[in-house]
């Protein structure tokens, strides 16, 4: 369209040249191809390629909406806000390793504009930023080194308010201080988040507004989930959000005698919480406790829903002291299979009466509420 306007300017000049001049010809040229933002492209990042940029940030800030970010194999440290759609994508090398980001001394920080996360983790420093757009992450892996101060927490990837986008085939790692993964949505406007094929051992956190059904829907599937962080509590955690956490394996926790958590020695392979109705379908998870701590007060539940909506169907849940707790929720459980807990289902609401479930050496079934 802009080569089509310039032409017809061209003759137009040409054929009435009382009106235009030449050089009113080529001014309007310049101004036509001037209003049209450049087209979306690739850009490269690394040294796999001539031309390419040193950073991500610096082709993040080039790049127009729309475009793909190629990272080279290789380390990288800095932190990366990403405010307009674009896809980042790590090239693998030879060996399989893709882009590897190193968290940097020093960072940004912020606080979750959702009460109930800001209270809980406090002052965070995001290393991938995303604060806006639709962004798709993949072959990206972010580390988080040593032991940072804490506060502020640093987060490997971050979804905040008015982000969407989709994390695939990503990983994070990091110490006890930390979160892998982050979604968010503090907005009336609905967003959506879907976190696939990817693996972090500093667990996942995604949450929103307090109405029925939040206003971030996830998606959380075919993920390895290792909860030694933040402080081994949660595997997957989930405040106030709609969607489904499906065909995930989440292990943990990995505790010692000598550590304790903001709430005791207590965690959570899949936790949905809130305090109105949402509708969270947790289905198809394979939950492994191993349980190292050396003291008898240690309790880990496989998935525990406090908040009425929740569907829990087809998991598979082993080691833990209680399977699935409900803490008195209405919620639909069946199909499930636990084996060696001490307690399978339990705080069941009155008169509530679950599907079919399979126990497996499990001491005490079911537990209806006090």
């Not at 693996?199 to 998606?219: E, H, K, M, Y």
Request: one cysteine or more.
């Amino acid at each position: 369209m802009c080569l089509v306007r310039e032409i017809w300017f061209a003759k137009e000049g040409i054929e009435r040249k009382d009106l235009m001049s030449p050089k009113t010809i080529f001014l309007l040229a310049v101004l036509v191809v001037c209003a049209y933002p450049a087209a979306a492209s690739t850009y490269y990042v690394g040294s796999c390629k001539s031309g390419s940029f040193p950073t991500i940030s610096a082709a993040v800030k080039a790049a127009p909406a729309g475009s793909t970010i190629s990272i080279c194999a290789g380390n990288y440290s800095e932190q990366v806000i990403i405010s307009k759609d674009l896809t980042l994508n790590g090239i693998a090398s030879s060996t399989g390793v893709g882009a590897f980001i190193v968290a940097p001394t020093s960072m940004q920080t912020t606080t979750s504009p959702i009460d109930a996360l800001n209270k809980y983790f406090g002052l965070i420093a995001p290393v991938i930023w995303v604060t806006g757009g639709n962004v798709n992450i993949q072959n990206v892996l972010v580390s988080v080194l040593g032991n940072a101060p804490c506060p502020p927490r640093t987060v490997a990837f971050y979804y905040a308010t008015g982000a969407s986008g989709t994390l695939n085939r990503v990983a994070s790692f990091g110490d006890a201080c930390s979160v892998g993964i982050w979604a968010e949505n503090a907005s009336f406007t609905p967003t959506a988040v879907t976190i696939e094929n990817s693996t972090s051992n500093q667990g996942i956190v995604a949450g929103s507004l307090l109405l029925q059904n939040g206003t971030l829907t996830v998606t959380i599937k075919n993920n390895q989930v290792f909860p030694i962080a933040p402080e081994g509590i949660y595997g997957i955690y989930l405040y106030s959000v709609s969607g489904t956490v499906e065909t995930n394996f989440v292990s943990g926790p990995r505790w010692s005698s000598n550590e304790s958590g903001p709430s005791g020695l207590s965690g959570f392979a899949i936790f949905d919480d809130g305090v109105a109705q949402t509708d969270v379908t947790i289905s198809g998870n394979t939950i492994q406790v191993n349980e190292s701590s050396e003291t008898q007060d240690f309790f880990y539940w496989g998935i525990a829903v406090n908040v009425d909506g929740a569907t829990v169907k087809s998991n598979k849940i082993s080691g833990a002291h209680y399977a699935i707790g409900l803490y008195c929720n209405a919620a639909t459980v069946s199909g499930n299979t636990i084996s060696n807990a001490d307690y399978g289902i339990m705080e069941l609401p009155a008169g509530f009466t679950p599907g079919v479930n399979t126990f497996y050496n499990t001491g005490i079934k079911t537990l209806s509420c006090p």
